[in-house]
T-cell receptor, first 113, second 115 residues
């Protein structure tokens, strides 16, 4: 079945450091891919998305490129801030009609000043 | 534009009781999804409603049920609560699932604690 594998956390960085969170997927066809972010005590927010191969999603300084050759959708940010501390989830639509989201286990990012 | 809203924010129940959680989708969205986020288990799909009908459910027992009202809001009911039902329950909404993109927008969640 469809699945998402994220790098194990937690990840701890200093402010202004470069961030990469790896995400690879297994799916039939070429589904849309998403990154969601969950700030402490809150629900999930859609951070960015890509709907087809070679698309680059971007938002708030974060970027991810849909690579079908490597079935990957790695999240990157050039300079993280303390306010980026959160849990990040990679996800894809799955189920017979792509009705539900299948999530990775999440990666906890802590950014220290 | 208002986002997905959920109530209550927190709910404390005793084992064996029933819990009712509520969700209002983004205006124009017809599909509502429920997910459970339990400690150590990640995000698990629970239920999907569209146009008032239950379209699919995840691998959860029948004591997890719900409904969708004519205004597309939804209710999740959990009967005969067990300790392991303690979790954050997230509601999400989207346009009709067939639309390209399939992105879902989430509410803040209801934290259910079973003692």
């Amino acid at each position: 079945g469809d699945s998402v594998t994220q790098m194990e956390g937690p990840v701890t960085l200093s402010e202004e450091a470069f961030l990469t969170i790896n995400c690879t997927y297994t799916a039939t066809g070429y589904p849309s891919l998403f990154w969601y972010v969950q700030y402490p005590g809150e629900g999930l927010q859609l951070l960015l998305k890509a709907t087809k191969a070679d698309d680059k999603g971007s938002n708030k300084g974060f970027e991810a490129t849909y690579r079908k050759e490597t079935t990957s959708f790695h999240l990157e940010k050039g300079s993280v801030q303390v306010s980026d501390s959160a849990v990040y989830f990679c996800a894809l639509p799955s189920g017979g009609s792509n009705y539900k989201l299948t999530f990775g286990k999440g990666t906890l990012l802590t950014v220290n000043p | 534009e208002a986002g997905v809203t959920q109530s209550p924010t927190h709910l404390i129940k005793t084992r064996g009781q029933q819990a009712t959680l509520r969700c209002s989708p983004i205006s124009g969205h017809t599909s509502v999804y429920w997910y459970q986020q339990a400690l150590g288990l990640g995000l698990q799909f629970l239920l999907w409603y569209d146009e008032g009908e239950e379209r699919n459910r995840g691998n959860f027992p029948p004591r997890f049920s719900g409904r969708q009202f004519p205004n597309y809001s939804s209710e999740l009911n959990v009967n005969a609560l067990e300790l392991e039902d303690s979790a954050l329950y997230l509601c999400a909404s989207s346009f009709y699932w067939g639309r390209e993109g399939h992105e879902q927008y989430f509410g803040p969640g209801t934290r259910l604690t079973v003692t």
